[in-house]
Structures are given as structure tokens and as C-alpha cells.
């Protein structure tokens, strides 16, 4: 194997899990956000050469993300219904609480639309800025304001506990 793609397989295991950290948290689902971080990881290594030398992999891996996702929202679909609830989690060392928590979190954030939910992840989670966000989806500020609001709206009228998210950026 050479240095490159020795290189390339590091930052893959690496930073793997905290790519699919976010693409989970953009889908919805286990194995739409597998999918989007393959195929972020695929045109990442297409681009190997250019993006190690400038070291910026991580962050042309997520844009990579952000858009194919985006690209999904446009095409149209049949509408999708999710019935039941989610299973509970076995094993690991997450208080009932907490795992309870997690869980109504989950499910409110699946109750956003996909450009709701996209803008909450970025905002909230990955700590972007409206700009920023608006750049890497490909929409105006104006636009991230909007669903930003929408979407922290939905999430407080579903799960009270987060009144605590200011709508301007943050948590409290």
C-alpha cells in the first residue's frame, strides 16, 4: 500500500464515526446516513492527493455529505411513514434517563422536515454559522433562518424539555 493510501485508510477510521454521527443525524436512518458517508468517503478518495496535501479532507468529506443530502430532498419521492417506535437499545452504559431522552430527541428530530432537520443538525449540532450553513446546502440565509426557527418551533412544541435552545444560535 503507499503512503497515500495508507494515509487515506488513517483518516477513514479516523473520522468515520463522527461522519456518520452527522449524516445519522441528517437522515433519520442507520443506513441512509452508511450510504451518505460511503459515498462521502468515495469522492473524498477520488480527491485524496489534492485534499491531503491542503488538509482539508474532513471538512470536503461533510460539504460532500451536506450536498448529496441535499440532492436526495430534491428528487421527488413517495412520502415515507415511519409506524411504531423505535426499539430500545441494548446493552451499554447510558443511564434510563438519558436513553429516554435520546430517544423523544430522536423521534422529534425525525418529525422535522429534511431541510428543517439539515438546518438544526448544522446549527445546533455541528455549530455553524447561518452562513456558513446556507453555503454548505446550497440556500440563502434567509432560508436557514427560516427553517432554523421552523425547526426549533416543532422540536419545542414536541418535546418541552428544549425550550432551553435559543432561536439566534446556541444553547443556553
Not at 80 to 103: F, I, K, N, W
Amino acid at each position: 500500500m503507499s503512503g497515500s493510501d495508507a494515509q487515506y485508510v488513517e483518516f477513514v477510521r479516523a473520522r468515520s464515526h463522527a461522519l456518520l454521527r452527522s449524516a445519522y443525524l441528517l437522515t433519520g436512518d442507520q443506513h441512509l446516513a452508511e450510504d451518505l458517508v460511503q459515498e462521502a468517503l468515495a469522492r473524498t478518495h477520488r480527491a485524496w492527493r489534492r485534499l491531503h496535501e491542503g488538509g482539508n479532507a474532513e471538512a470536503y468529506a461533510r460539504k460532500v455529505m451536506y450536498h448529496t443530502q441535499v440532492s436526495f430532498w430534491r428528487r421527488r419521492r413517495a412520502p415515507e411513514s415511519m409506524p411504531g417506535d423505535l426499539p430500545e437499545t441494548a446493552g451499554g452504559t447510558d443511564l434510563a434517563e438519558t436513553s429516554s431522552q435520546r430517544v423523544v430527541l430522536e423521534q422529534a428530530l425525525r418529525s422535522l422536515s429534511p431541510k428543517q432537520r439539515a438546518v438544526v443538525v448544522l446549527r445546533y449540532f455541528e455549530d455553524q454559522t447561518e452562513a456558513a450553513t446556507a453555503e454548505l446546502l446550497g440556500v440563502s440565509v434567509g432560508t436557514v433562518k427560516t427553517q432554523g426557527a421552523r425547526g426549533l418551533e416543532r422540536l419545542r412544541a414536541l418535546v418541552p424539555e428544549l425550550g432551553t435552545i435559543r432561536a439566534e444560535g446556541g444553547l443556553r
